[in-house]
T-cell receptor, first 115, second 112 residues
Framework: AQTVTQSQPEMSVQEAETVTLSCTYD???????LFWYKQPPSRQMILVIR??????QNATENRFSVNFQKAAKSFSLKISDSQLGDAAMYFC????????????FGTGTSLTVIP | DTGVSQNPRHKITKRGQNVTFRCDPI?????LYWYRQTLGQGPEFLTY????????KSRLLSDRFSAERPKGSFSTLEIQRTEQGDSAMYLC??????????FGQGTRLTVV
């Protein structure tokens, strides 16, 4: 089974600064999808950004961007100009493009934004 | 359609009782997933439906757990003879094909 590792249980960032959350994964497949999900306290999980493994270009969504290193099996999330509303648990997730029957999640990183 | 809907939001039950949760996915989504999440952990896969067919079930899932998705629309997750270890947030998600999944707000189960 694929494994997803988030080695930073907690991170903090000053408002308006930039923070990077780390994620590594283990797979023998060549085609897959990677995701970052955000889960605010007592709120539902929402998608932040998605990356297709066959694309070399890193995905970007407004203040959120990823650094996808396929050979290193690394998928980090950069949040620029951090806002108070960015405070949440962030989960990295993997999904196979061939089987695709489930998402594999990491254990999450709790992000605190300091005013 | 405003997204994935789960009911109830909270459930407190006595050990040994049966509970049933409902999930209404986004209407055009053919895939539906159930996950369980405990405090401080990432979601753990329980089971997966494509339309009405249950195609995968976690080997970690006890026989006390059963899920259905009649007619490929809403889904129910039943837990029989609940145990304290079943206390968790139960998340439902749906997707169209192999794209990202959209999650509901979850059902928080407390077994006392």
């Amino acid at each position: 089974a694929q494994t997803v590792t988030q080695s930073q249980p907690e991170m903090s960032v000053q408002e308006a600064e930039t923070v990077t959350l780390s994620c590594t994964y283990d797979t023998s497949e060549s085609d897959y999808y990677l995701f970052w999900y955000k889960q605010p306290p007592s709120r539902q999980m929402i998608l932040v950004i998605r990356q297709e493994a066959y694309k070399q270009q890193n995905a970007t969504e407004n203040r959120f961007s990823v650094n996808f290193q396929k050979a290193a099996k690394s998928f980090s999330l950069k949040i620029s100009d951090s806002q108070l509303g960015d405070a949440a648990m962030y989960f990295c997730a993997y999904r196979s493009a061939s089987t695709g029957n489930q998402f594999y999640f990491g254990t999450g990183t709790s992000l605190t934004v300091i005013p | 359609d405003t997204g994935v809907s789960q009911n109830p939001r909270h459930k407190i039950t006595k050990r040994g009782q049966n509970v049933t949760f409902r999930c209404d996915p986004i209407s055009e989504h053919n895939r539906l997933y159930w996950y369980r999440q405990t405090l401080g952990q990432g979601p753990e896969f329980l089971t997966y439906f494509q339309n009405e067919a249950q195609l995968e079930k976690s080997r970690l899932l006890s026989d006390r757990f059963s899920a259905e998705r009649p007619k490929g629309s809403f889904s129910t997750l039943e837990i029989q003879r609940t145990e304290q270890g079943d206390s968790a947030m139960y998340l439902c998600a749906s997707s169209l094909g192999q794209f990202e999944a959209f999650f509901g707000q979850g059902t928080r189960l407390t077994v006392v």
